[in-house]
């Protein structure tokens, strides 16, 4: 499935300029709204500040200042926006002239530009304070920054180009251009000066800009798009005890984030419930199916005074109440369940047997905590650590709504359900009906020796009885193994959990000193996941591998764990003793599947820890997929060349290729790309390995990065080459550069994105590590080494993100 993360939300269209338009009335043309946003953070320091105060008078200067031309307002910011005047503060320019004269350096270690972009949308462009948009009049945006924003700018920039306002961007030095480029109307429209004694000049590049606006011979049109996400109820269960300002603040940003999702009956429904000591319903998931109908409700949502909060009967409520169809839920379609709790307290009740009786139903629990809220608590009711958030207050949300934002539309499980209990008024434990094929593959060695293998079949045993054993639900299998592997029973030995429970009570140790992990893991691969034994993987029944061990593995394991992950088998692991904590990371699929304890006797508690992955995390077990790989072609890698093509082979061999399977593109670049082979040319891997182990450098000067990532939008990734987009088949960029590009790659790689390609960026030696970032899906998926000769350790940090990537 494309999952499709955070998306750019505006398009621009079209800049007309002078002469494409008729010309309007005099009295409509000259006149704006003018914003005025300065950087009065340590970025540019008392002794600057004066410089840039002068530029901002010389703005203002050439301007028809005036109630009916143009007005201004300004605000500076560091770690908050601090509004100096309003559009209707002043009526005259020496008023606006003086008010600017007496500004001073406030200073402060956060240049937040997010918040104070934010602030200038809600705050600074309405009619109460003197904007006039409802009476036509273009609204525009100068920011003048030296240095980065300390915190996101995404919610910012999309409420300003929502609302059309044309923002400009002055940079002074080269530390802010991102920045600016980014929230710019358009990247044109962004000034950037050498120092800030050459910062004064920038008022006579800007003037044509902003008189064009004055004048109506600049026009934007803005074009408003909504993250593309898939089908999915979201319920917000809000701590309603968090007084006012914190309430207003989570109201808003969940008003944010219905504007950019598909919200339908068909698509992304969202319900809101409070509590205190109570739960209190606000909407059910099909109260409201559209964003104005929705937005208008959350209106509702109000602070209500308490000092305890239940959380634990909250979640009983969200569980027993609203996952029902008749309440909109579509649980039983298989449609994910997300549930988003917002707390500032810890709770006077029990949490852990209600959150597990979510996790067995397969709702994606997230918890976001601020002030009193328990940390640890927080993880219990989450379905993982990676989806818990503490935030110093909730305001913090309209600042950095990334990574919530980014889990709540991205995030999916997969779980077949039992209907929902009715109401009830005491916590009750799901019987979950789960379908999938379990192997445990147990550590039978001198590692674990007698004294812990009752350990270890007491945890087997506590996750079976937590299981719907029989053949149309879960099944089980166990192997054994030291030196070699033994199996003791297949999938399709045994049809109800008794008989299993029994089996797994007799395990005898095997015994031996050596442990050849990666053989018996390759056995596993070999005769316990096929049809003749038991598996149900043809059917799409999800499977999954838990591996036991007590000690180091003698032979290779990394690799046998990437042929299992292209296999769409789930591997977990379970260690404790002298088990190599860290390799076992990298063995799991993705390396929160793996579980360590330094004693064994704490093993059959880790069932409970396990379960709620266990049953809900679903591995990729369609093996369709486009792998494009982009390399660096210059003269400059010549001598290195041997290395790239190793690099290429190692990502290649764990893959499935074919033509129905994995699909393999490769092309090189410098100043234009050159593709050595397209998706649709070979059909098999070895005639891929072939290619690749045949290729050398089609030579170059330099790298236009940019360019190539549009040849790979335009050409490679499209259905005539053999790109699988519309078949919804997953695509994947690999991009790996040994110098920086010339040109720009933000936008081209944007525009990849924006198509649902998974790009993952590689630099070596003299790459712009910025741009490797910039390029690649996000910070995770960037990978730099100083050498070409330390390519070799990348392959398997890329595969790794390729698998999480897919869940």
């Known amino acids: 499935m494309r999952r499709p993360r955070l998306l750019p939300l505006c398009a621009l269209l079209g800049v007309l300029f002078a002469g494409l338009l008729p010309k309007l009335d005099a009295q409509e043309q000259d006149s704006a709204d003018l914003v005025l946003l300065i950087d009065g953070s340590q970025n540019v320091g008392a002794a600057n500040f004066p410089f840039v105060r002068d530029l901002v008078l010389r703005i203002i200067e050439p301007l028809d200042v005036g109630r009916d031309a143009?007005?201004?307002?300004?605000?500076?910011?560091?770690?908050?926006?601090?509004?100096?005047?309003?559009?209707?503060?002043?009526?005259?320019?020496?008023?606006?002239?003086?008010?600017?004269?007496?500004?001073?350096?406030?200073?402060?270690?956060?240049?937040?530009?997010?918040?104070?972009?934010?602030?200038?949308?809600?705050?600074?462009?309405?009619?109460?304070?003197?904007?006039?948009?409802?009476?036509?009049?273009?609204?525009?945006?100068?920011?003048?920054?030296?240095?980065?924003?300390?915190?996101?700018?995404?919610?910012?920039?999309?409420?300003?180009?929502?609302?059309?306002?044309?923002?400009?961007?002055?940079?002074?030095?080269?530390?802010?251009?991102?920045?600016?480029?980014?929230?710019?109307?358009?990247?044109?429209?962004?000034?950037?000066?050498?120092?800030?004694?050459a910062v004064a000049n920038m008022g006579d590049q800007l003037l044509p800009y902003i008189n064009g606006v004055v004048q109506r011979s600049i026009i934007v049109h803005n074009e408003f798009t909504e993250l593309a996400v898939g089908k999915r109820d979201i319920i917000f269960l809000i701590d309603s005890t968090m007084g006012a300002t914190l309430i207003n603040s989570v109201r808003e940003f969940i008003k944010r984030f219905v504007d950019v999702m598909p919200i339908g009956p068909d698509h992304v429904q969202v319900g809101v419930a409070q509590f205190s000591n109570a739960p209190r319903l606000e909407m059910d998931l099909n109260s409201h199916g559209s964003q104005e109908a929705l937005n208008a409700a959350l209106g509702a949502i109000k602070p209500r005074p308490g000092q305890t909060v239940n959380i634990g009967a909250a979640l009983d409520f969200v569980r027993t109440n609203m996952l029902r169809p008749e309440k909109g839920s579509r649980i039983q379609q298989g449609v994910p369940q997300l549930l988003l709790l917002m707390t500032s307290k810890r709770s006077s009740d029990n949490v852990e047997v209600p959150a597990a009786a979510l996790h067995r139903m397969g709702v994606l629990t997230l918890a976001a905590g601020s002030k009193a809220a328990n940390e640890q608590e927080l993880k219990q009711i989450a379905f993982a650590e990676s989806v818990v958030f503490m935030l110093k207050d909730f305001r913090a949300l309209l600042r950095n709504p990334r990574a919530i934002v980014d889990a709540l539309s991205t995030l999916a499980g997969v779980v077949v359900t039992e209907v929902p209990t009715e109401p009830v008024e005491i916590t009750?434990?799901?019987?979950?009906?789960?379908?999938?094929?379990?192997?445990?593959?147990?550590?039978?060695?001198?590692?674990?020796?007698?004294?812990?293998?009752?350990?270890?079949?007491?945890?087997?045993?506590?996750?079976?009885?937590?299981?719907?054993?029989?053949?149309?639900?879960?099944?089980?299998?166990?192997?054994?193994?030291?030196?070699?592997?033994?199996?003791?029973?297949?999938?399709?030995?045994?049809?109800?959990?008794?008989?299993?429970?029994?089996?797994?009570?007799?395990?005898?140790?095997?015994?031996?000193?050596?442990?050849?992990?990666?053989?018996?893991?390759?056995?596993?691969?070999?005769?316990?996941?096929?049809?003749?034994?038991?598996?149900?993987?043809?059917?799409?029944?999800?499977?999954?591998?838990?591996?036991?061990?007590?000690?180091?593995?003698?032979?290779?394991?990394?690799?046998?764990?990437?042929?299992?992950?292209?296999?769409?088998?789930?591997?977990?692991?379970?260690?404790?003793?002298?088990?190599?904590?860290?390799?076992?990371?990298?063995?799991?699929?993705?390396?929160?599947?793996?579980?360590?304890?330094?004693?064994?006797?704490?093993?059959?508690?880790?069932?409970?820890?396990?379960?709620?992955?266990?049953?809900?995390?679903?591995?990729?077990?369609?093996?369709?997929?486009?792998?494009?790989?982009?390399?660096?072609?210059?003269?400059?890698?010549?001598?290195?060349?041997?290395?790239?093509?190793?690099?290429?082979?190692?990502?290649?061999?764990?893959?499935?290729?074919?033509?129905?399977r994995v699909r393999v593109s490769v092309v090189q670049h410098s100043e234009k790309p050159a593709p050595i082979f397209y998706f649709n040319t070979y059909q098999t891997k070895e005639e891929v390995l072939r290619a690749v182990n045949s290729m050398s450098p089609t030579g170059g000067r330099s790298l236009n990065t940019g360019n190539a990532l549009r040849f790979m939008r335009d050409t490679i990734f499209s259905e005539r080459n053999g790109g699988r987009a519309a078949q919804n088949v997953p695509q994947f960029n690999i991009i790996l550069a040994g110098s920086r590009s010339r040109d720009n790659v933000k936008d081209p790689a944007g525009a990849l994105k924006t198509d649902g390609v998974i790009p993952f960026g590689v630099g070596v030696k003299n790459a712009d590590p910025k741009q490797i970032e910039a390029i690649s899906h996000n910070p995770s998926f960037a990978f730099t080494v100083k050498e070409f000769s330390e390519l070799s350790t990348i392959p398997s940090r890329i595969l790794c993100s390729y698998w999480m990537a897919l869940i």
């Open 428 to 660: 009750t434990v799901q019987t979950q009906k789960v379908v999938r094929d379990i192997v445990f593959l147990v550590d039978g060695s001198n590692y674990i020796g007698s004294s812990n293998l009752p350990y270890v079949r007491d945890f087997m045993i506590n996750v079976v009885n937590q299981l719907d054993v029989r053949p149309d639900r879960v099944q089980i299998g166990l192997l054994q193994f030291a030196e070699n592997p033994n199996i003791e029973f297949y999938l399709n030995n045994y049809r109800n959990r008794q008989d299993v429970v029994d089996r797994i009570s007799q395990l005898r140790l095997m015994g031996g000193s050596v442990l050849n992990t990666g053989a018996a893991m390759q056995h596993a691969l070999a005769t316990m996941f096929q049809p003749s034994t038991g598996s149900r993987r043809k059917q799409g029944v999800q499977q999954v591998l838990v591996l036991i061990t007590g000690g180091p593995p003698n032979d290779e394991v990394k690799s046998v764990a990437d042929k299992l992950a292209v296999a769409g088998v789930l591997t977990f692991t379970v260690s404790s003793g002298q088990a190599d904590e860290a390799l076992l990371r990298t063995v799991a699929f993705v390396p929160d599947l793996a579980y360590h304890h330094a004693s064994f006797s704490n093993i059959p508690a880790m069932a409970e820890v396990i379960m709620p992955k266990l049953v809900t995390v679903v591995g990729d077990t369609d093996t369709e997929r486009d792998v494009a790989i982009l390399i660096d072609g210059t003269d400059s890698v010549r001598g290195e060349f041997a290395y790239i093509r190793d690099f290429i082979i190692k990502i290649l061999e764990p893959l499935d290729i074919g033509t129905d």
């Open 70 to 197: 143009v007005r201004v307002a300004l605000a500076v910011y560091n770690g908050n926006p601090e509004i100096k005047f309003y559009l209707n503060s002043y009526d005259s320019k020496s008023s606006v002239l003086e008010a600017v004269k007496g500004l001073t350096y406030s200073g402060g270690d956060e240049s937040n530009l997010g918040a104070a972009l934010e602030e200038v949308a809600e705050s600074l462009l309405s009619q109460t304070a003197g904007g006039r948009a409802d009476e036509g009049v273009p609204q525009m945006l100068v920011v003048i920054s030296a240095g980065p924003s300390t915190d996101d700018t995404g919610a910012g920039d999309r409420a300003l180009k929502r609302a059309g306002i044309i923002t400009f961007g002055v940079t002074i030095g080269d530390t802010a251009t991102t920045d600016l480029e980014a929230v710019a109307t358009d990247k044109s429209f962004v000034m950037s000066a050498p120092d800030f004694r």
